[in-house]
């Protein structure tokens, strides 16, 4: 229990970590013939910097999201809330859960949230003691996740050589990635017939 308690304590206080940077990338088009690593340096294309380093955002808001610690062990419920604060933009957004002693990806799906959305979800243990996720939203999610039905976490990925109970006891504990894909924005428009 004091293992609980105090990951409990410690996720409560460094809440969710927010990572904003900037990368961008050049293309160089060919003419048919070799390019060299000299024309290319010559050209300037790839002697300037234009990524900058990731800065930490005090108020967990930014294009990438760690949430630190979710646990499902011992009753316990980790509940989530992504909220797009873009007002003019939508999102498309990657959830991904890692277990806490391998970083092994047990769930990953993608989040289209319009924009000001607001996505919650809530991680559970299972009767068989997998983690679950279940939501009550309406965001649009891929692979879908169905209204209020738990979707088990996948053991897949899993050590081979681990037995069901631990295979399922890995799945209760570990972190969340949440990458910003993409925005969508007013621009975008599809052929609707």
């Not at 105090?6 to 409560?12: D, R, Y």
């Not at 976490?153 to 899993?158: E, G, M, P, S, Y």
């Given at each position: 229990m004091k293992k609980n308690v105090?990951?409990?304590?410690?996720?409560?206080m460094i809440g969710s970590l927010g990572f904003a940077g900037?990368?961008?990338?050049?293309?160089?088009?060919?003419?048919?013939?070799a390019i060299d690593a000299a024309t290319i340096a010559t050209a300037g294309q790839m002697t300037a910097r234009t990524a900058t380093g990731l800065a930490v955002s005090e108020g967990g808001v930014g294009h990438a999201l760690v949430v630190p610690y979710y646990n499902a062990q011992n009753g316990n419920m980790t509940v989530l809330h992504v909220t797009n604060t873009d007002q003019d933009n939508g999102k498309l957004v990657k959830v991904r859960f890692r277990t806490a002693s391998n970083s092994d990806d047990v769930l990953d799906f993608q989040v289209f949230m319009s924009p000001g959305d607001v996505w919650t979800a809530a991680v559970m243990a299972g009767a068989d003691g997998v983690a679950n996720i279940v939501t009550a939203d309406n965001t649009c999610t891929v692979p879908a996740l169905t209204k209020n039905v738990a979707q088990p976490?996948?053991?897949?990925?899993?050590p081979a050589f681990a037995d069901a109970a631990t295979k399922a006891n890995l799945t209760r504990e570990?972190?969340?990635e949440i990458f910003n894909m993409a925005d969508v924005t007013n621009a975008a428009v599809w052929d609707a017939t």
């Open positions: 105090m990951a409990l304590s410690i996720a409560a900037a990368a961008s990338a050049a293309v160089i088009t060919g003419g048919g013939a976490f996948v053991q897949t990925r899993l570990g972190y969340v």
